[in-house]
């Protein structure tokens, strides 16, 4: 019998499996295979319970111990070598639940989404046939057009009731497979026809998630990839009209395109980076009458003062830059906000692109002023580092060409610790040692793992720079407090000797040694491993 205590926990751990492990992951499904088997072959055994953990052993090749953890899933335990949630921790979950209600009745609740999913793409390719035979490819003809991606999106993705989100990447592909089989003949029509489409289903896929109460962790966990995707495939479009001019037959159809995306970053909507993203290339490229973006202007500027969301701001700021209003955009930037910073590496890229280096001055001091505060941010030390390369590749164009060298060691010293193989670099080849050997201190590596060539360099030109890096690298080994960090004390000790000397500063030596030997007298085997090194007599 299962203590009562344990129910709850296990029907939500119950819930929790179905999301940490997918059915339509073919390693998630082999691995709830393999535990399926073990369990049914009896060999889970010695379930017991001690205080909030449940215990067991199960027999594989070799015994795997397991501990599950029912309040935090994920964070259960085996001593087989496998990462994440094995087999072993599968087979105990399932002989736990056995005892409470039916294992089969699991199995067939995890797999119910692979059955939706294939249920949905079957219905969906029938429906997108009957709807492709009743209209067929589509002539130039704006309200036409949106009004069939009206029809079809409509038709394809709620005629059935609310989808469930895993089921959404299936319809939406047969919606969009749909949608571009009713594209125009003509090339240049067929991009207008396609990039009309995929803003109109990047508003609706949004206002879908919006309807359904969709929040950010459901949408990255099943279906953020398609809001990428439509981004994505929007910018190809627009990169591929942009090579040429645009026939003025398109006027209207931009200008309806322009209304029609007006919604992309003032409604209350998760994806903030995609949607401003979106927004802010279908202004650069597409909505470029002087008036059109004056009135963008007005309509953004009493948003922004009374929601202040980033994609209002973002658009905001990007309307004036392109209208070359700088004054107005700084006045947004240099607002205390490091929440602007990734939007700001588009206006640098931007500004780098047409090599309007003038402008992109105070934009680029405005950049590396948040950076810092804005990595502060992140405990993800890999997303740091990430951002810490795109920003310093973004500004060192600027830096180069207008030979602003020391904004470009501002933006390294503002990105430390990220920034630290840069920063490194730029100080040696300068020749700042003294700046160098700050920064190792800062960092806090050992001397030794700085590169034996960077060490010998600066032995022959400023050897005095080594002293405080070394002084630092023996106290640590001292501190470590074990035969082998005082052996390797003691060997960096005879390298201080050694520079000492050569600065002839015997007398400073003398003085440190006798210090060192002071503060440690009490550690007997420090003292003994001077000795042996005839630091001092025996």
Known sequence: MIPERFLEPLEFAANELKGLLRAENEEDARLVQKGLMLFRQGLVYQLRFEGDR????????????????????????????????????????????????????????????????????NWGLQRAKDLLKSSGQMKADYDRWIAAFEESFTELMEKQGEPRPYVLPELFHVYLRRMKAGAPVEQEWKLLYLLIGYVFSFKKLMALSRKYGHGEELIDRYYRHLYQSLMEDSVEIMNKLSVHSL???????????????AGLITCSFGLDYERAHLYRLLWTHFFKKKEWREAEIQKLKSIVKEEHSLPSVAGYVHLHILERNDEQALSVLNVPNDLITPYMLYWIDYFSAHKDWNRMGPYAEAFIHKLRDYLKRSEDYYACMDFTSLAIKAISPYCLESSKMDLYEKALMETLPYSYSDYEYLLFEKGEFMKWADLQAFIGFDIDSL???????????????????????????????????????????????????????????????????????????????????????A
């Not at 060539?453 to 405080?468: W, Y």
């Not at 005082?486 to 600065?503: D, G, H, I, P, W």
Request: charged share 35%; aromatic share 8%.
């Open 54 to 121: 449940v215990l067991a052993t199960v027999q594989d090749v070799t015994p795997a111990k397991v501990e599950l953890d029912l309040e935090f899933i994920h964070l259960s335990e085996c001593s087989c070598p496998a990462e994440g949630f094995c087999r072993h921790q599968t087979a105990v979950f399932l002989q736990l639940l056995s005892k409470a209600r039916s294992v089969s009745m699991w199995i067939e609740e995890w797999r119910k989404p692979i059955k939706e999913k294939q249920t949905a793409k």
């Open 247 to 261: 026939p003025f037959a398109f006027d209207q159809f931009i200008e309806k395109l322009k209304d029609d995306s």
């Open 451 to 537: 590169g034996k060539d960077r060490i010998r360099e600066i032995s022959k030109k400023e050897p005095s720079i080594l002293l405080p890096l070394y002084h630092q690298s023996i106290n640590d080994h001292i501190n470590m407090k074990n035969r082998d960090h005082y052996r390797e004390a003691v060997r960096k000790m005879k390298k201080l000797r050694t520079l000492y000397n050569k600065l002839k500063r015997q007398e400073d030596w003398q003085l440190f040694l006798e210090m060192l030997l002071e503060k440690t007298k009490r550690l007997r085997a420090f003292q003994e491993e001077c000795k042996r090194g005839k630091l001092i007599d």
